[in-house]
């Protein structure tokens, strides 16, 4: 009998034992970072996950692209690590700890239709096209077509950003509100007359981008600050980057690192200088 219940403890030591192990393992495998907000920081964010998860396969780094605005509250929330915004974060942010981390630079592009045949606007044409104050492209010397105003959703970064550069925010006037850059992009190659802001990195042969005040979207144009459409992707943080639990500080210091800016830049993106 003694022997037997020498057995029974050694065996429920041994269970023990064996739950100690597989919960210390646990929180080793449950490392996690969660990112959410801007819809146009998706291709980069997409690449450097994959980078990020061959070099540290035991943190596994979530991502929901739910809007700059929406990712900055909830991060200000507390329910991400990471807020991705692709603007400036703002001072009533700032207040409530939000950290700016610019992790490149972004241009926006204008895009029409490939039919179409004005091809460059100036600053102030483009700010009256958004306020409805043009609304034929004839008044632009193009085709009697009236032009369709496609912009993003209120908690777009891009839009933010958009309207804030030139000068028409509360005042734009859209035809349409779409709740993601894939989106924008599709309806303007699909609709005639319609006109877009994208970030530049997605603009294909499907639209045209046109010249603004005879300066082209280019990535060389925005880093010379020639473009007068740019903008930055930010991933924030609430509180500095040092004040971080190890796996975000593990991430942002691949996002920073060489290997980090070269996938950066592969997304078509800019390195600040």
Do not use: H
Request: proline share 1%.
């Amino acid at each position: 009998m003694k022997n037997k219940w020498l057995k029974l403890g050694s065996l429920a030591m041994a269970t023990v034992l064996v739950a100690a192990t597989l919960v210390g393992c646990g929180k080793k495998e449950a490392e996690k970072v969660a990112l959410a907000g801007s819809t146009s920081m998706e291709k980069v964010c997409e690449a450097l996950m994959e980078g990020f998860a061959e070099v540290n396969p035991d943190i596994t780094v979530t991502t929901e692209y739910t809007g700059s605005g929406a990712g900055i509250e909830s991060l200000i929330a507390g329910s991400v690590d990471i807020g991705n915004a692709s603007r400036n974060i703002k001072d009533e942010e700032k207040e409530s700890g939000v950290v700016e981390n610019v992790i490149a630079l972004d241009g926006i592009a204008v895009i029409i239709d490939k039919q179409n045949t004005v091809t460059g606007l100036t600053k102030d044409e483009l700010a009256k096209i958004y306020t409805g104050e043009i609304s034929n492209w004839s008044e632009l010397g193009g085709a009697d077509e009236a032009i369709v105003v496609i912009g993003r959703e209120s908690e777009s970064g891009t839009r933010s950003a958009f309207e804030e550069l030139l000068e028409v925010e509360d005042s734009c006037v859209y035809a349409q509100e779409l709740d993601s850059t894939g989106a924008v992009l599709a309806k303007v190659a699909a609709t005639p007359g319609a006109i877009g802001y994208v970030s530049l990195d997605v603009v294909d042969d499907t639209v045209t981008a046109v010249t603004l005040d005879g300066v082209e979207a280019t990535e060389a144009n925005v880093l010379a600050g020639t473009y007068a459409l740019q903008r930055p992707f930010v991933m924030a943080t609430k509180g500095e980057i040092s004040e971080q639990n190890e796996a975000v500080k593990a991430w942002l210091d691949y996002v920073f690192s060489d290997e980090g800016k070269e996938i950066i830049k592969g997304a078509g993106l800019i390195i600040p200088e």
